[in-house]
Nanobody, 111 residues
Framework: EVHLVESGGGLVQPGGSLKLSCAAS????????ISWYRQRPGKGRQWCAT???????YYGVPAKGRFTISRDNAKNTVYLQMNNLEIDDTAVYLC?????WGQGTRVTVSS
């Protein structure tokens, strides 16, 4: 059974940084890509970034130029480094793979 656990969210001021983690288990981690999405208050899920099994990275509009996705295959973990955060980045951030989702980690950007 695929199991995804996000962590690293919290409260940060505008312009600050956070690094989110997605710890994965229950499948062959090195064989699959993993994506980060976010859900802002009152809005639908929005794709942020994907990292392929081969390490290739792809970014959605919210992430370009500010977020970096990476993976550590030894730790079965995918990361999302978020820099220069804005108030509009306030959301629950979720990782997904193999039609499974984690529970999300909340990021609040506020002064």
């Amino acid at each position: 059974e695929v199991h995804l656990v996000e962590s690293g969210g919290g409260l940060v001021q505008p312009g600050g940084s956070l690094k989110l983690s997605c710890a994965a288990s229950g499948f062959t981690f090195t064989a699959f890509g993993i994506s980060w999405y976010r859900q802002r208050p009152g809005k639908g899920r929005q794709w942020c970034a994907t990292i392929g099994a081969d390490g290739n990275t792809y970014y959605g509009v919210p992430a370009k130029g500010r977020f970096t996705i990476s993976r550590d295959n030894a730790k079965n973990t995918v990361y999302l480094q978020m820099n220069n955060l804005e108030i509009d980045d306030t959301a629950v951030y979720l990782c997904t793979t193999n039609n499974s989702w984690g529970q999300g980690t909340r990021v609040t950007v506020s002064s």
